[in-house]
């Protein structure tokens, strides 16, 4: 029913993460109504992305700083070279660093898997850490994968790797978020929102 | 923080509809994970997009027929041509095409609003449905924008319009939907639903 | 870790419709706020419900009218005692009746089952109704269970039943509700919307 | 429409905590079903909760120990005495029993306010608690209120009420709760959950 140039961009959407077919061709239909030099903008933002962006050869967060191969974080004289932030993915590291609490390196692991098979622990950048951690002289490595499922099995995976490697290795603070109510708290966070009382 | 090309993007997806900020930079690092070639393809189909796509004559309803000036269901001899049903939007005839029960033809009015001042009904192709009802030769025209307060006021505003041209003006039959329950419906809808009992 | 009086009451709330062991435990701890009297009155009003309250000969319907053997809306001389409308449940019955809209009787079946095995059958009030159409004048029996699984699946159990009973049996219209919007909508409930414009 | 003795048990239900007029009707609907035996069971156990129920003279907990005057936790002589933790309600004195975890006192303030009105203060135990922790020897009392606004604008002020008459005043760890995901964290959980990590 739909023309095939309209087709081929709903089923490129719908690809993308969280858009089904509805959502993408809600997408579509946009770009329609957009004007032609607005679609051939995107079009070259698109290209312009991939030329420019590279992945940092230490922490892997995407950046395009031309010649460089590492990324502005680790870069950074600043920054805490002796603390390493292990996360699931690109956009933790924007919302930790939004918090301006954080003044250690980062590495961004590619995912978290619940079922700790060769083939799905191979999805992730497991080997990578090794050496980041063997290369680096980090005293204190923290596990910020999600607090879920997913995220805590692979911590516990991790923590098993790392242990002959670091010094201290440390998880984020579990407790009642902003907004939270004791009433409908799970047992766990509840308990560690006792412990970690101050 | 991110580099220039990645806020970039990041921005135009920003606009798309129902994308805010935070899904707007997944797509983005879902586009960085991507091979190279996936993203120039989607940069190209963005292209051919533009280029092959144009508005129908007649319905408004976009289609690539390379030479053609109307749209393949205005085109298709088999339509009824003595119906009109004027939608808000492409993927409401999408949805209408889905059921199979329509054989008439199209309008698609480019939205709805439910305050009528002149600068909100210019959004609107009001002109070109009166336009094209004109040179129709519609013996019944069904006013289907949605049941919303804005599709509700539009197609009030529609049937004044369209009085002086047309001999029949419906609208969409209302009441319970497939999954609906009498305790939670509205009386308007329930009403609807006695009156319309067969 | 609760006490005995508090416990017994939270089991008997939890049983209540919608109402799970949490909100149970908030209703016994609101009680406990409440000044004695007013928790006396409620013990008396619960007493009072099963003491004056009687079902319907007729209808099924709960009342309270002293020596009555059918409920006010039965024994309404000014309604259409032409025109049955078999329900569900109590509440939708408040639902119709707010609406203005309808004049008949009502038939409260007592729910809806999907699987129509004799067990399920037997919890509704099947020779009830049976006995209600044969012993009334009815020329139009409405079939108003949900549209949902269970209740197509008893209208068309109905349908069957009272076919050899009635001359015409009909169901409340289908289509898009208030607020509805065909982008969302299923495919029968448009295909009926299509259908029973007007 | 409806009979007296339905009406008036629907306006009581609706008064419980998050009930409206349609979730008390099903309430209703729902004794009307019930045997005889069931409902007057129930009206006596209300009757035996305001009878046997009493609140606990240091923490405001009910209970129906017969002639005690406190409640079996402040009785109990294995909990710790020099640890009293201030929480809204009864439920979530529930909650914190259930993780096995805190093994200190409690004391039931009634509620929390964000607008420290007089008029909103008196409705809370404020003097109560002023007597408790000056009767009690606690060492550490933690402001176990909800970290809604309403819960922290309450902890504020029981800190500068309670800061003359305790050495040790600490809060709930806050943090990232099981299930959560740093991505839909905010930026002061964030913070709290980076502060924490252990």
Redesign the interface.
Known sequence: ??????Q??ID?FAK???VGP??A????????GQP?EK????????????N??K?CGLCFN????GDESVCPICADPSRDKKTLCV??????L?????????KGLYFILGGAVSNLMPENIQKLRIEELKQRVEKGVFEEI?L?T???TDGQATSLYLRQILKPLAKKI??????????????Y??????????????
């Open positions: 029913m739909l023309s095939p140039s309209i081929k961009l490129l993308f993460p969280t509805r959502t061709s809600r997408f579509v239909f946009y770009l329609i032609k679609v051939k903008e995107m079009a070259q933002t698109l290209i312009d992305l991939k420019n962006i992945l995407p950046f395009e700083n996360i699931e993915k690109e956009s933790d924007l919302s930790l660093e939004k918090t301006g609490q954080y923290i910020a999600n607090p879920t440390v998880l984020l603070g579990r407790g009642l978020p902003l907004g939270g109510e004791l009433e708290a799970d047992e766990e966070t509840l308990s560690s929102a006792i412990e970690n009382r101050k």
